[in-house]
């Protein structure tokens, strides 16, 4: 029975390093084989090497094999990199990509159990167990994040509200009346939740959530304080890709000093994006996953575009389970401004170190004169919007001082009324660039 229990699988979550190399190692020899023997794409890629499946034994190998990119996935839209027949594959997902083909995953009954498993383990770590309600405001339907979290939730026997995203009215009702103790969803709805709860005069009595689990996009420190303070809650950081297995790849822990990777199914890796070098733990660059025990649709050397680092010094939560840093944004979201690398999470820890704004804004970049001209939409606290002319314009300068300190380039800010800018009930839509347009 593992109700309650602090680390649901310590077997796997507490392993020692050696007996978890020897378990990755003999993963991946049989992961390689099944690709070479199955998927034209892998096979003529380890050909072109000069691999053979039989040449790898060992995880120290990893870094001589080729890596796999989202376009790789495209180009073998649908089943192209399928390793077993359309008749063991019992699900598919599919990416919420905005242009061109999206990306399908493939599961095996085994996938779904190893899935279910990851997230039991994630859920557990945030605490919740059996006693409690979660409220599941992720997507259902071909984006991952809805059904992951529905699986591991009732794998540690939890009750779950399958309510899925959007209306807003709704969730409260149910939250409230259902007396959900846990929520799970994008932290930028997560926010817009709590806001809609002060709005509409719910009573704190009313309102029994303790714990979030909260991902699918990049989020701060500083974003996870207002939610904490807006929801009367502790709020977590799950970690997945659709790609990978969907959420669950890892999770923070009580400690909150890394998510942990639950490394005996996804070896993590971080490499120059430039280079592709393998860089030591401790160093920044992109997250490269590793899938040695998916069975429907393994991926080697998977890259992510997130950005992050790896810590592998044993947490105090007793798991030895390699750590990475919440990711602080993804190659593919960096925004090159006259020659500046900016990510969206550096502008909101701006935003959110000051108790004049809310967690909602938006960048807006243009080209004038072959210039870039960087605008950002910047939502005012409801208490602090006034028709003070002056007030304002201090707000508005003391954001333009602060963002300029950080990035070395000055942005044209624009303050807008509160519940201007458009909610989101997935992603927060934060980047509208006209450059390309």
């Known amino acids: ?17 050696q007996q978890l190399i020897e378990l990755q190692s003999k993963q991946l020899t049989g992961m390689v084989k099944r690709m070479y023997d199955n998927v034209p794409f892998y096979r003529n890629k380890l050909k072109e090497i000069g691999i ?15 890596f796999t990119t989202k376009t790789d996935l495209r180009d073998n839209y649908p089943f192209g990199l399928f390793t077993v027949p359309q008749s063991e594959v019992v699900r598919i997902h599919a990416s919420s990509g905005t242009t061109g083909k999206p990306t399908v995953v493939g599961y095996t009954n085994q996938d779904i159990d190893v899935w279910a498993e990851v997230v039991a383990r994630s859920l557990t770590m945030a605490g919740i167990h059996c006693g409690d309600t979660i409220q599941i405001a992720y997507g259902y339907g ?15 026997g939890a009750t779950v509200i399958p309510i899925s995203t959007g209306n807003t009215k709704k969730q409260l009702q149910f939250m409230t009346d259902f007396k959900a103790t846990a929520l799970a969803c994008t932290p930028s709805y997560a926010a817009h939740l709590g806001e809609s709860i002060l709005k509409e005069g719910i009573s704190p009595e009313d309102v029994k959530l303790r714990i979030g689990v909260f991902g699918a996009e990049p989020w701060t420190k500083e974003l996870r304080n207002q939610i904490e303070k807006l929801l009367n809650i502790k709020a977590y950081d799950i970690y997945g890709l659709s790609e990978v297995i969907g959420p669950g790849v890892s999770m923070e822990c009580e400690c909150q000093c890394g998510n942990h990777v639950f490394e005996d199914h996804f070896i993590p890796e971080i490499i120059d994006p430039e280079t592709l070098e393998v860089l030591p733990d401790g160093q920044q660059g992109e997250l490269v996953f590793t899938t040695v025990s998916k069975m429907a649709m393994p991926l080697l050397r998977y890259r992510t575009r997130d950005l992050t680092r790896l810590h592998r010094e044993k947490c105090d939560c007793g798991r030895t389970l390699v750590r990475m840093d919440k990711c602080f944004g993804r190659t593919d979201d960096m925004l090159i401004i006259r020659g500046v690398n900016v990510f969206p999470s550096q502008i909101e820890s701006v935003l959110m170190d000051m108790t004049e704004t809310t967690p909602h804004y938006q960048l807006i970049i243009r080209r004038e004169n072959n210039l870039d001209i960087l605008e950002i939409l910047v939502e005012i606290d409801e208490k602090n919007w006034s ?3 002056r007030e304002l314009e201090g707000i508005r300068r003391q954001i333009d001082h602060n963002i300029k300190s950080l990035l070395g380039i000055s942005a044209k800010i624009r303050l807008v009324e509160p519940n201007t800018i458009e909610r989101s009930e997935g992603k927060a839509k934060r980047i509208i660039d006209y450059r390309n347009c």
């Open 387 to 389: 028709d003070s002319i």
């Open 142 to 156: 071909p984006f991952t994040g809805g059904l992951g979290l529905h699986y591991g939730a009732e794998k540690v």
């Open 1 to 17: 029975m593992h109700q309650n229990k602090k680390i649901w699988n310590p077997e796997r979550e507490c392993a020692d390093r």
């Open 52 to 66: 053979e499946p039989g040449d790898i034994k060992s995880v120290d190998q990893l870094k001589h094999l080729p």
